[in-house]
């Protein structure tokens, strides 16, 4: 019939009116086994299609999670630039943990799942974890961060796992030109570019500046105002494994970035009529 064999026989002689329902259902004619003797197996094959493959599909999650082991504890080492908050805020793997803190006395004494939620080490996402580490650093200015991990104990159905974070040197800021310089103050400008001459070459602080620039020129009636940005990079070498191993023992420098903030602020527009109706 094309369906899963069965623990038990087919017999020669069978109704064809069965025959067809069993061929439509995808599963072989069996006998149905009494209540006291019917095995999971049995009632996985009676359930029909759908269910057995929805039971199968959770026993197969079952088995994958067992074999993974469970997080135990997730640690940051080595950050100084960047709070571990906030990387564990970045990455994927998480440590299992009670699911609310209303829910700590309960946890204390109970681990079911209703209190406590359990993750599953999951390798694939920890190597992703690693880039996403080393992109946050890169956008703030550590662009030869490395990252190393350990999994303690290695094979155990428990593990722990460390980031241990390489920073490196910055790649600092030599300069940071506005032009034209005549459009706001000298005071104003310091209160709206947030990057600073020495800083990390901070990624994030740049796009805020901007955010601001072109927030303060609509304020002064400039919608359509042009901010860019360009940023010249000098004595950065290469980012590779061999110079990123060579940044974190401190025996090479990030170089350091010209930042230009161009700003076009077009025609103003102006107010033509104002109508007031009510």
């Not at 599963?27 to 094959?45: C, E, K, M, Q, V």
């Not at 793997?93 to 681990?111: D, Q």
């Amino acid at each position: 019939f094309g369906g899963p064999r069965l623990a038990h026989s087919i017999p020669s002689m069978q109704p064809a009116w069965l025959a067809t329902l069993a061929a439509a259902a995808s599963l072989t004619w069996s006998p149905a086994p009494s209540a006291g003797a019917r095995s999971t197996h049995d009632r996985l094959a009676w359930a029909g299609p759908t269910k057995r493959a929805a039971a199968t599909f959770a026993a197969d999650t079952l088995v994958g999670r067992r074999r993974r082991p469970e997080v135990l504890s997730v640690t940051i080492r080595g950050t100084h630039a960047v709070k571990p908050g906030d990387i564990k805020n970045r990455i994927v793997t998480t440590a299992s943990h009670c699911r609310g803190v209303a829910l700590v006395p309960f946890c204390l004494i109970s681990k079911a799942p209703y209190f406590y939620q359990r993750f599953y080490l999951d390798r694939d996402e920890l190597k992703r974890d690693v880039i996403r580490i080393r992109v946050l650093y890169w956008l703030r200015g550590y662009r030869l961060a490395s990252v190393d991990t350990t999994v303690t104990p290695p094979g155990a159905t428990t593990a722990r796992v460390t980031f241990i974070v390489h920073e490196g040197p910055a790649t600092r800021v030599a300069s940071v030109t506005v032009t034209p310089d005549t459009l706001f103050s000298p005071r104003v400008l310091r209160r709206l570019v947030r990057l600073r001459t020495g800083d990390p070459l901070n990624l994030n602080k740049l796009d805020s500046s901007v955010t601001t620039l072109r927030n303060h020129l609509w304020a002064r009636g400039n919608a359509d105002a042009l901010v860019d940005t360009t940023v010249r990079l000098s004595g950065q070498p290469p980012d590779d494994s061999a110079m990123r191993a060579a940044a974190s023992t401190g025996r090479l420098s990030a170089g350091t970035a010209n930042v230009t903030i161009s700003i076009t602020p077009r025609a103003r527009a102006f107010i033509d009529t104002v109508i007031v109706n009510g």
